[in-house]
């Protein structure tokens, strides 16, 4: 199944330039998307991430097909 993780460029929680190296020493295969100015919350609830998350993913599923 394919797999990327999602993160808010400005999350308040994750610190987010040092996650995609973590990732991709553990999965290299999974792409690591940053939204930029989306926080922690904001990333489920904003409706230009929640978009941006929608297309990314079903681009990722057809990728895979």
């Known amino acids: 199944r394919p797999c990327m ?3 808010g460029a400005e999350d308040e929680i ?3 330039e040092k996650f ?3 990732i991709h020493e ?3 295969d ?3 998307l940053f939204i930029p ?3 922690h919350t ?3 609830v904003n409706t230009t991430a929640v978009s941006t998350i929608i297309t990314n993913v ?3 599923q057809e990728e895979q097909k």
Do not use: F, N, T
Request: proline fraction near 8%; avoid cysteine; glycine fraction near 4%.
């Open 20 to 22: 995609e190296s973590a």
């Open 37 to 39: 100015d989306v926080g």
């Open 26 to 28: 553990v999965r290299p």
């Open 58 to 60: 079903s681009k990722l």
């Open 30 to 32: 999974w792409p690591v």
């Open 14 to 16: 994750i610190i987010s």
């Open 5 to 7: 993780v999602i993160l």
């Open 42 to 44: 904001s990333l489920i």
